[in-house]
Nanobody, 126 residues
Framework: QVQLVESGGGSVQSGGSLRLACETSRRTVCEAWFRQAPGKEREGVATIRNDGISRYADSVKGRFTISQDNAKNTLYLQMNNLKPEDTAMYYC???????????????????????WGQGTQVTVSS
């Protein structure tokens, strides 16, 4: 079992920044951030392999950065230039999938991850 605890959500104005953190009880091969807004499907925001190879949704490329601190067993999501459409509940996830995507990245699909955090709310006002 892997326990995940998120922190760092909050309310911010458009153009602002937030950093989400996810403390994990142990590392897995793939870790990720997902988000879900009311009435919308869950979206894979970013994934990262345990060797640092990362992948981003087109909607956040250039604005969000996923990173790991192995000494602290913590996953981060730095979010800059936030927009109202980034408003959602954000979840960290961890797992060891059977294979990577063709480009070697962890696939941003929910069924690839066995362990989930409780979520942290991010609200961006215009």
């Amino acid at each position: 079992q892997v326990q995940l605890v998120e922190s760092g959500g909050g309310s911010v104005q458009s153009g602002g920044s937030l950093r989400l953190a996810c403390e994990t009880s142990r590392r897995t091969v793939c870790e990720a951030w997902f988000r879900q807004a009311p009435g919308k499907e869950r979206e894979g925001v970013a994934t990262i392999r345990n060797d640092g190879i990362s992948r981003y949704a087109d909607s956040v490329k250039g604005r969000f950065t996923i990173s790991q601190d192995n000494a602290k067993n913590t996953l981060y999501l730095q979010m800059n230039n936030l927009k109202p459409e980034d408003t959602a509940m954000y979840y960290c996830a961890a797992g060891t999938p059977g294979r990577f995507d063709i480009d070697g990245t962890c696939r941003p699909l929910g069924d690839q991850f066995n362990y989930w955090g409780q979520g942290t709310q991010v609200t961006v006002s215009s």
